[in-house]
Nanobody, 129 residues
């Protein structure tokens, strides 16, 4: 099993930036696809961005393309999410997730939470206008 711990959430004004980090431990060799999901009150959990542990290929939700950048440091076992130009719609609880299926095999379904079996506790992102 993979353990995931998020950090870096907080409160920011619209247009501002935040950087989220996810530290992974445990059986990290089974975490082939890792990334970030978010869930706002009353809404379903949605995929934000994921990265392939082996290839570094990245996948983004249309709503965050050009504003969010996901990266990883395999030596440090971390996955990061740099967020710029934050909008009120970005406010949510952000969760780090890991799954055993390589991202490239998921195709368009990479954003479905059902393909990820390890989750962090979440970190809150608040955006004020």
């Amino acid at each position: 099993q993979v353990q995931l711990v998020e950090s870096g959430g907080g409160s920011v004004q619209a247009g501002g930036s935040l950087r989220l980090s996810c530290a992974r431990s445990g059986y990290t060799y089974v975490a082939h696809c890792m990334g970030w999901f978010r869930q706002a009150p009353g809404k379903e959990r949605e995929g934000v961005a994921v990265i392939s542990r082996a290839t570094g290929n990245t996948y983004y939700a249309d709503a965050v393309k050009g504003r969010f950048t996901i990266s990883q440091d395999n030596a440090k076992n971390t996955v990061n999410l740099q967020m710029i130009s934050l909008e009120s719609e970005d406010a949510a609880m952000y969760y780090c997730a890991a799954g055993p299926t390589p991202c490239q095999f998921l195709g368009a379904t990479w954003s479905s939470p059902r393909f990820y079996n390890s989750w962090g506790q979440g970190t809150q992102v608040t955006v004020s206008s």
